[in-house]
């Protein structure tokens, strides 16, 4: 067993039809032999192991086989056997990372002039050609354009990125891929067979994996397991020599993740830490199963590629939600980028599926009600999900003592959440931060109470909820509904309500026209520059036709025609393109406003536009509000100390609200 011979090595390809994977390569080699057709000049790029110095060898067989110079050589004859062998005299092999200096290239050219010693052909293979040296490589350009007839070069590199243009425009450049799983595995099973070698099937698919498109590194792997198994290639054996993850304890990891079971997870994750080499390894497994889970959500006969795994596989893809499985995915990948960040791996892998269960996203229909909530967290916000935003969330305030607003204990077991629509601008509480609002938005003389539709997902509690006790006095005579204007998400309406989103996204249209008789005004006539800043919050459009309408003016209305007249700035006059889509979103606002016409304002000053337009007000609100931030954090007296010990001064823009 002294003469034995390694698998990469007694198996590598003797022709161009026993090649794996490279089918574009021998198709446009063996056509060109055919036709005859032959360069002088070839460049096989690519990454190892995946057939460049096999190509060669082959070429060089094509060129020199005594049956002539043919895409099939024979393999028999002494010069195919020769070079099979490495001993044939008229091919020169050269591995350029040891024979970098311009020296060694002239030896190489000096000898080229000289007919070939046996074959018909002198062939020089030039190994990792990139690692010659710039001089190097100007030496032999002249003999690499216009060489003897006689003479061929085969140049082989990883990476042609390093060789200069005037050799790559010299060459026939062919780019060898990399084999793909199922093609190593498949000449896994064929040597295996020729040389009677029990395996299991799962155990040669792990090394077609860890090949990672090498077929020499695939034999090297194989040959390294039998090896390891004693003649005898086995999954487990494999699987313990590569490292590789326990496959059913990351489906069990899957599978708690997914039903919240910290505690389960925990143990699995000791265990695993038990069994694995590396941890990244970990998250390199979940990462390929949240991968597989992702494609059979979306492509459900993709489960047929997954035979082993296809029960548990289908079992996950219906448990978790496809946000879910994306939002996993994201997490493993940033976890395993911190890991270098991490105290050690283990902590790292551990916070990285603390992560997963933390942000762990809900179905819609699996949101839990208030009323099975402990009571200590009703003052969680209720959000409801994306399809049903039609009831705006509100944040309930909960003391141990629950009062109502005349300071006793309340009486009624269940309260409605409600509140006034008119105070739609932030209301002054301990939970809810000071805001400036446009000035479109009025401080509302009186409350009124609607009640805050509900999902069908969301219930209410029986717990009794503490009202306000800064509630005005006309309000507090209404006892049989008592308001609630501590709601911490009033802001939040009031900018999306500003920014982007029409009433009708915050409110039903059924309580609008019901229950809001304030807003009734807005399907009056904007015969009034105020009545305008009212009335386009409320129309409703897709963002381009709102930018149309943010910087559109209020010039005046033609009672007679019904024609809201507006005037832009020049500088935004590409938006009139969107004028017609902007006309049937006002005509739906406003029930008199039958015409518009916009027209383009020229005179502008350095800071812009003089026009009163909705931005500008909302810009100017912006402005107010952030003064009143300046103002009120530069009177503190821990900041006024510091300024006056250090001479420090204010960075108005980077004071920021805590929300």
Not at 208 to 232: F, K, M, P, V
Not at 288 to 298: E, G, R, S, Y
Not at 482 to 496: L, M, R, T, Y
């Amino acid at each position: 067993m002294t003469n034995y011979l390694v698998l990469a090595r007694k198996w590598r390809p003797k022709t161009f039809q026993d090649l794996i994977g490279q089918s574009h390569v021998i198709g446009a080699l063996t056509g060109a032999f055919e036709r005859g057709h032959l360069h002088h000049a070839y460049l096989l790029t690519g990454t190892r192991g995946i057939g460049k110095t096999t190509i060669a060898r082959i070429l060089a067989k094509s060129f020199n086989c005594e049956t002539g110079v043919t895409a099939t050589p024979c393999g028999i004859c002494s010069a195919c056997t020769q070079i099979d062998a490495g001993r044939f005299p008229d091919m020169f092999e050269i591995d350029a990372a040891s024979h970098t200096g311009v020296d060694n290239v002239r030896e190489i050219l000096d000898n080229a002039h000289y007919l070939p010693t046996m074959g018909r052909h002198k062939v020089y293979l030039i190994d990792e050609v990139h690692m010659l040296s710039k001089a190097a490589f100007n030496a032999m350009l002249k003999t690499l354009e216009e060489p003897p007839l006689h003479v061929k070069f085969i140049l082989a590199t990883t990476d042609p990125q390093k060789i200069p243009p005037t050799v790559l425009s010299r060459c026939l450049q062919f780019h060898l891929r990399p084999l793909q799983k199922a093609q190593i595995e498949t000449r896994f099973d064929y040597i295996l067979k020729q040389e009677n070698i029990n395996f299991e099937s799962p155990a040669l698919s792990l090394l077609a994996n860890a090949a990672q498109g090498s077929l020499r590194d695939g034999l090297s792997l194989l040959d390294q397991a039998i090896a390891y198994g004693g003649g005898y290639v086995q999954e487990s054996v494999v699987r313990n020599m590569l490292g590789i993850v326990n496959q059913s304890m990351i489906f069990d990891l899957l599978e708690t993740l997914a039903e919240n079971q910290a505690e389960k997870m925990d143990a699995l994750l000791y265990q695993l830490a038990e069994e694995t080499h590396t941890f990244e390894a970990i998250l390199d497994e979940l990462a390929q199963k949240l991968h597989q889970i992702a494609l059979i959500q979306q492509v459900p006969s993709a489960l047929q590629h997954y035979v082993q795994d296809a029960a548990r596989l289908d079992s996950l893809s219906q448990l978790l939600q496809p946000e879910t499985v994306q939002l996993f995915y994201q997490i493993v990948l940033h976890g395993k980028r911190d890991f270098s960040l991490a105290p050690d791996a283990f902590t790292g892998l551990s916070m990285t599926l603390l992560r997963m269960l933390s942000f762990r996203t809900v179905s819609p229909n699996t949101v839990p009600s208030v009323a099975s909530q402990p009571k200590s967290t009703i003052n969680n916000s209720l959000r409801p999900s994306s399809q049903t935003r039609s009831a705006p969330a509100a944040t309930f305030q909960n003391n141990d003592e629950t009062e109502n607003h005349s300071g006793e204990p309340s009486s009624s077991p269940t309260l409605k959440p409600e509140f006034s629509v008119n105070a739609l601008k932030p209301i002054r509480t301990q939970a809810a931060q000071p805001m400036a609002t446009p000035a479109s938005i009025t401080e509302p003389q009186e409350f009124k109470s609607v009640a805050v539709p509900t999902t069908s997902s969301t219930t209410l509690a029986s717990e009794p909820i503490e009202a306000s006790s800064n509630i005005s006095e006309q309000s507090e005579k209404n006892t049989a509904t008592p308001i609630i204007p501590a709601i911490n998400k009033v802001p939040e309406i009031i900018q999306d309500h500003v920014n982007n989103a029409p009433l009708e996204d915050v409110l039903p249209s059924s309580d609008i026209k019901n229950n809001i008789p304030s807003l009734s005004r807005h399907s009056n006539a904007p015969d009034s520059n105020e009545a305008w800043q009212d009335l386009f919050p409320t129309i409703k459009t897709s963002p381009m036709v709102r930018q149309l309408l943010l910087q559109s003016a209020w010039s005046r209305f033609d009672h007679t025609t019904s024609t809201l007249f507006l005037t832009l700035a020049q500088q935004h006059k590409h938006l009139l393109i969107f004028q017609k889509e902007l006309h049937v979103a006002i005509q739906a606002a406003s029930s008199h406003t039958h015409h518009i016409e916009i027209n383009v304002h020229e005179a502008t000053n350095d800071e812009g536009t003089t026009l009163d337009t909705p931005s500008q007000r909302i810009k100017h609100a912006e402005q107010e509000q952030q003064s009143a931030r300046v103002e009120t954090f530069s009177k503190q007296p821990f900041v006024q100390t510091i300024c006056e010990a250090t001479g420090a001064k204010i960075d108005e823009q980077s004071v920021q609200p805590i929300i």
